[in-house]
């Protein structure tokens, strides 16, 4: 099976490092090749052009992409189906007109210029509004088009606002909201091997932000541990080795006398508060680690 993966710009780097947390670590590495091996014999990966991508997967070039959804979109291909938001390379495509200008809505532009890379979104957003505006293609430099009396508007990519404003733009509309997804073609969706891969990506998606909490509680204290714990679905409790099924100890192993292990999973974010709760309802040893996977 083989995945396209964008081969320069701000998805290239992103990509790699998600396929090397997944265990698709690239065998012969990434730059200046066409193709690279995976530890995985069957698998392998196509180094591509991030528009390019959406057309490889068509054709049969390749089983899986991994692009924007802008890419996707754009191209109009039909016989390729989302199967993960990967929830980086986030943008927005929006329609953007000078701010001291007279475009202050979509219907402004009926009969007006837009310049824009993506000729096939933006057809689409304005056949969706009922407005005729003249689509124009460009290559680059797009929010300079309107300062040049090359159009009225542009529908461009936008992070941050930034570039925008730089060059006295306004948005006048949300065109698309987009980010890095993996795609496959319909006719291999079946494919054992496409789950493995799409299984391993959100595994590691399942593990951002999250962390893995290991604590000693006595057992007259665990109601009081688990009340206080925002783990995911309760957490996990295990007998302390050492321990008999009735909680009494053995002659190797008095420090765990009458308690048990609780292991739980909780956001980033709760971790401080969460460890002054369990310590105060009686948690001891509390181990914090990362999680590089998560499958559900």
Partial sequence: MRIAVPNK???????????????????????????????????????ARAADIPEYVSDGAADLGITGLDQVHEARVDDVS???????????????APEDGDIETVADLAGKTVATEFPNITRDFFADTGVEPDIVEVTGATELTPHVEMADAIVDITSTG???????????????????????????L???????????????KQAEGKRYLMMNVPKTKLDAVRDVIPGMG????MDIAGEDENGETSEE????????????????????????????AGASDILV????????
């Fill in 9 to 47: 710009g701000r998805l290239h780097e992103p990509t790699i490092d998600l396929l090397e947390r997944a265990g698709l670590h690239l065998e012969n590495g990434a730059d200046r090749k066409l193709y690279a091996d995976t530890v995985d014999p069957d698998v392998s990966v196509l180094f």
């Fill in 82 to 96: 989302e199967l993960l938001d990967l929830e980086f390379g986030r943008c927005r495509l929006v329609l953007a």
């Fill in 162 to 188: 930034t570039t925008l404003k730089m060059n006295r733009l306004a948005v006048v509309d949300d065109v698309l909201s987009s980010s890095v997804r993996l795609f496959g073609r319909e006719d291999v």
């Fill in 190 to 204: 079946e494919e054992p091997k496409v789950e493995e891969v799409r299984t391993a990506l959100s595994s590691v």
């Fill in 234 to 237: 309760g957490p996990t409790v």
């Fill in 253 to 280: 192993s008095r420090d765990g006398d009458g308690k048990v292990a609780v292991h739980v999973v909780v956001d980033e974010q709760d971790v401080f508060e969460t460890i002054t709760e369990v310590k105060k």
């Fill in 289 to 296: 680690t990362e999680i590089e996977r998560l499958v559900e």
